[in-house]
């Protein structure tokens, strides 16, 4: 039974940084692209980050460019996604998802599999 857990969100103060994990179960990382999407309060939920199955190929939303950065370990089968100088229009749940690798990852309709979210909030 594939499976996606996330970990790492909580509370940090602007400029802060946090390290999000996805542990994946069922499946190995190879066979599946793992994206990143979050979903504030009253917001539709949008991508985030992508990382395609070879792991070569990453995507990033403009608005974290440069601040954020994902990335895998194979042999622990998790995906990590670093966050940097966080921002409070960071604050959301994040989710990891499992798909096909496509130029519209950005679009949560063509993900499969979903984790059960973890909260960043971002405030003084």
């Known amino acids: 039974q594939l499976q996606l857990v996330e970990s790492g969100g909580g509370s940090v103060q602007p400029g802060g940084s946090l390290r999000l994990s996805c542990a994946a179960s069922?499946?190995?990382?190879?066979?599946?692209?793992i994206g990143w999407f979050r979903q504030a309060p009253g917001k539709e939920r949008e991508g985030v980050s992508c990382l395609s199955p070879s792991g070569s190929s990453t995507h990033y939303a403009d608005s974290v460019k440069g601040r954020f950065t994902i990335s895998r370990n194979n042999a622990e089968n998790t995906v990590y996604l670093q966050m940097n100088s966080l921002e409070p229009e960071d604050t959301a749940v994040y989710y990891c998802?499992?798909?096909?690798?496509?130029?519209?990852?950005?679009?949560?309709?063509?993900?499969?599999?979903w984790g059960q979210g973890t909260q960043v909030t971002v405030s003084s």
């Open positions: 998802a499992a798909g096909t690798y496509g130029s519209t990852w950005y679009v949560p309709l063509w993900w499969d599999y």
């Open positions: 069922g499946f190995t990382l190879d066979h599946y692209a």
